[in-house]
């Protein structure tokens, strides 16, 4: 019963990770402002990845979380070959007006797609990396320290790859904009770590409770 219910909380876990990660690519042409920051809704969509793949790592183990950033990896490869198809797709006559807002909405830039795919293979194993290290000097103390290290480490090389790529000769001053989104991006972590604590706090009293029926 126990590894029942691990392997489902884990089979949670990758499918919330691979769903933030393909709708961050999805969200990418929305711009909102948060204060005085404007930045891609993408951003605070992305923020839960790191999340995800810090409690699998805390759960599971360090092999698990570099299996998930993998399968994060063939997500967005497939889902880009999916929205890319259907903007093929002939589109009804009655309903051409669709065409154009599909296009504006899921219409890749390959150079911003080239980009993203950059930007999550280096930031991801980077983040299970310092996760990794973290974990063994602190062992089952300081959570708090390797989720929020680990996630400030990875969303600075995320944000610089992927405007770097994405922006390099068409923007002025591309560290105001890494600077921006980076602020946000730990924010967000900060704002996430009680959710880190309780998920991983809610799955050991799970699994520690259905021991004794399979005894």
Same mark, same amino acid.
Not at 30 to 37: C, D, E, N, P, T
Not at 107 to 114: C, E, I, P, S
């Given at each position: ?79 880009? !070959? @999916? +929205? ?7 589109? =009804?006559?009655?309903?051409? %007006? &669709?065409?154009?807002? *599909? ?72 560290? !105001? @904009? +890494? ?7 730990? =924010?967000?972590?900060?704002? %996430? &770590?009680?959710?880190? *604590? ?18």
């Amino acid at each position: 019963m126990a590894n029942q219910l691990l392997d489902r909380n884990l089979v949670l876990f990758n499918v919330l990770f691979a769903t933030s990660i393909v709708i961050a690519n999805v969200l990418a042409g929305k711009v909102v402002m948060i204060g005085s920051f404007v930045i891609p809704a993408a951003v605070v969509m992305y923020a839960f990845s790191f999340l995800f793949t810090d409690i699998i790592h805390e759960k599971y183990g360090k092999e698990e979380a570099k299996r998930t950033v993998k399968y994060g990896f063939i997500a967005q490869i497939f889902a880009s !070959i @999916m +929205i890319y198809l259907g903007m093929l797709l002939p589109v =009804a006559p009655f309903a051409s %007006d &669709t065409q154009a807002a *599909y296009e504006i909405l899921l219409g890749q830039n390959y150079r911003f797609v080239l980009a993203s795919l950059a930007a999550y293979l280096v930031s991801q194993h980077v983040d299970v990396y310092v996760f990794s290290a973290l974990k063994k000097r602190t062992s089952d103390r300081h959570k708090w320290l390797r989720n929020n290290v680990s996630t400030f480490t990875s969303q600075l090389l995320d944000t610089s790859i992927f405007i770097t790529i994405a922006f390099a000769g068409t923007v002025p001053n591309l560290w !105001i @904009m +890494i600077l921006s989104q980076f602020v946000i991006k730990m =924010a967000l972590a900060l704002l %996430d &770590t009680p959710v880190f *604590y309780f998920l991983t706090r809610m799955n050991a009293s799970k699994i520690n409770h259905q021991k004794p029926l399979d005894a």
